[in-house]
């Protein structure tokens, strides 16, 4: 089948060529000249002329007209084919064949030549080819279609992770400084903590017996059920001196100070209702703590308080109770008394977005060697003025001071014996101020106020009587105390906190001239600044205005009593630690940096400009 088509398709093909040459063998064409040949120039010209108006006769060769022969007796076997346009007979004058001679002329250009102005690398250098790996994964294709669940994140490490539970540091330095300290635990237990410190710190001035020692120690506990929380404490404090003041404008004599040493046995428990996220919840607590105090002399004292509060909120109301019951006695050569306070605290809270409001009563009865009974307001308001940055804060309140000889030696260490013991009674508080925050990090709070106090105490001198040593006395009547109290605390990070406290106060005495030994300005500031893991420093600042003590001067006169006054000082102090490891470290610490002669009380000087440091290690 496939050679019958080939057959028929050459049969055509030959009729076709056969066709056009007997086109141009029936008339004979007219003869064309030449072409000319020259040696300047090689031209091919196209020459086209139509076989239909050709008169001029066309040489054949032998060779064309055997082959003419040959293909015309092939096509005689074949019907004709019709080559005219349109159906005509080629031999009416419009036949296709025609002779097409194509001439054109080729002009070659070269480019000119560039050389190249650089040398081939003769070196042969072989480039490294890293070896390939190649891991194909297994991984099964997830259609985006559908929402995928989220996968949990995984709690980060925390940073404590590596806490260690004990810690112990040791230290020497100038003034005969001795510094120790260990703290202990049982680690990290939510149920469960249980631990212990101990303390020592000493110091020796350039004066004659200026020295001071101070140790502590106490173990305590906690516990933490489903429904009740319970913590106690034990502790001991030791604080050892000697009556080393001396006018300093006179010639010291000979004198052997004598010793002064504070034993202070004490310890405190709770009972507390933990917290439950629950509707209308009751709360309640309950607290046990007390203290023996003793010192060289005959001084005693026993100290219990019991106290606890019950509450019951409903909706946004709370409705409590809160009572204590202080019993107390003191002794010394001269006297031994019961001094005990009991008092009830009716209160009622409510609170809103904007606004806190508490309202109250304070009732306190006196029994032992003072019988008085008071009722004292108890209330306070919270209102927010700039929404998340400003609140404005009142309170009005007043209670009973308890007189204890732990209070007063805690204040001032160089009081001699048989101190008067008078309650002092605050008959009304009032506080009015703003709190907030002025930008991130900053927080403040500023207040003015104005207390009513009776029987205010005062620490003076009692050189006449005691060889340096002071005594307690008291403003009989009512003093007004009025002043402004100012706070301010920058934290920019956790790597830096600067803060401060300003307190200015106006005495109004009722019976004695002057506050005697109350400073009417003082100012702390301090900052701690975590430069780096292993770096920290810190910084404290104390300035205390001047104050006065009635001791008469020299040139004092009944009618010009001129007093003793303790000039201003400033006390500047700061440290630093440098963790070596976890576990190990070095710290330095300097006190009274300006080498200020301070005084607190008359005729004892403060330590001058000492330095110390030591080692710490965690365990």
């Given amino acids: 089948m496939r050679s019958g088509y080939k057959i028929t398709l050459l049969t055509l093909i030959t009729v076709f060529f056969f066709a056009s ?31 239909a108006t050709s008169k001029a006769p066309v040489k054949t060769t032998p060779q064309q007209k055997a082959n003419a022969k040959n293909l015309g007796e092939a096509a005689s076997k074949v019907s004709a084919a019709d080559t005219s346009k349109n159906g005509k007979n080629p031999n009416e004058g419009n036949a296709l064949a025609e002779e097409i001679v194509v001439t054109t002329s080729y002009k070659p250009v070269l480019a000119e030549a560039v050389k190249i102005r650089r040398n081939p690398d003769l070196e042969d250098k072989q480039p490294y080819k890293a070896p390939l790996a190649y891991a194909p994964i297994d991984r099964k294709l997830s259609q985006d279609n559908n929402i995928r669940q989220l996968d949990a994140m995984k709690r980060p490490a925390e940073q404590d992770s590596a806490l260690y539970n004990n810690y112990a540091k040791a230290g020497l330095g100038s003034m005969k400084t001795t510094i120790a300290e260990g703290y202990f635990s049982n680690g990290r ?43 106690g404490r034990l502790n001991y404090k030791r604080h050892a001196t000697y009556f080393y003041g001396f006018d300093d404008d006179n010639t010291r004599p000979a ?7 504070f034993n202070t046995f004490g310890g405190e428990g709770e009972i507390s209702k933990n917290f439950k996220d629950e509707e209308n919840p009751f709360t309640y607590a309950a ?59 009716p209160y009622i809270k409510f609170q809103g977005d904007n606004y806190k409001v508490e309202a109250g009563v304070n009732i306190a009865k006196e029994f032992g060697f ?46 001699g014996q048989n101190l008067n013991l008078v309650n002092s009674v605050d008959k009304l508080d009032i506080t009015l101020g703003l709190k907030g925050t002025l930008a991130p990090g900053l927080a403040f709070k500023a207040a003015i106020f104005r207390n009513s106090i009776k029987n205010l105490p005062l620490f003076v001198n009692n050189f006449a009587n005691e060889f340096n040593k002071f005594q307690v006395i008291y403003d009989n009547g009512d003093a007004r105390v009025s002043g402004f109290n100012g706070e301010l605390d920058y934290k920019a990070s956790d790597d830096f906190n600067l803060y401060g406290r300003i307190e200015i106060k106006d ?112 365990f």
């Fill in 287 to 345: 607290k046990f703590k007390g203290y023996v105090f003793s010192n060289s002399f005959n001084a005693r004292e026993n100290n219990i308080v019991l106290s606890g509060f019950l509450n019951k909120t409903v909706n946004q109301f709370y409705a409590g109770v809160a009572a204590s019951l202080d019993l107390g006695t003191q002794k010394d050569s001269l006297y031994s008394n019961n001094n005990s306070i009991l008092r009830a605290n």
């Fill in 507 to 618: 005495y109004k005495m009722a019976s004695e001239a002057q506050p005697w030994n109350l400073p009417k300005f003082v100012l702390t500031a301090g900052t701690s600044i975590h430069i780096s893991d292993k770096v920290d420093i810190n910084g404290s600042l104390m300035f205390r205005g001047n104050t006065q003590d009635p001791l008469q001067t020299a040139t004092s006169t009944p009618a010009n009593p001129l007093y003793t006054q303790i000039p201003s000082f400033a006390d500047l102090s700061g440290g630093a630690t440098y963790k070596i490891n976890k576990q190990l470290s070095v710290f330095v610490q300097a006190n009274n940096i300006l080498n200020a002669g301070n005084k607190t009380w008359v005729y004892y000087p403060a330590y001058g400009f000492n330095i110390f440091g030591g080692v710490g290690y965690a």
């Fill in 255 to 261: 004198f052997d100070p004598q010793k002064q040493v």
């Fill in 21 to 51: 040459a007997n086109a141009q063998t029936k008339k004979p064409a007219q003869k064309k000249p030449a072409a000319k040949t020259t040696a300047k120039k090689t031209e091919t010209k196209t020459t086209v002329k139509k076989a």
């Fill in 189 to 231: 237990d939510e149920a469960l903590q249980v631990g212990g410190f101990v303390k020592h710190f000493a110091q020796s001035g350039s004066i004659e017996k200026q020295s001071d020692a101070r140790q502590e120690l106490g173990v305590f506990g906690k516990t933490v059920t489903d429904d009740i929380t319970l913590t």
């Fill in 370 to 415: 003072s019988s008085r009974f008071y009722i004292f307001p108890a209330a306070k308001l919270e209102l927010q003025v700039v929404p998340k940055y400003v609140r404005l804060f009142a309170e009005a309140k007043g209670d009973i001071n308890k007189a204890s000889l732990l209070g007063f030696t805690n204040t001032n260490p160089f009081l």
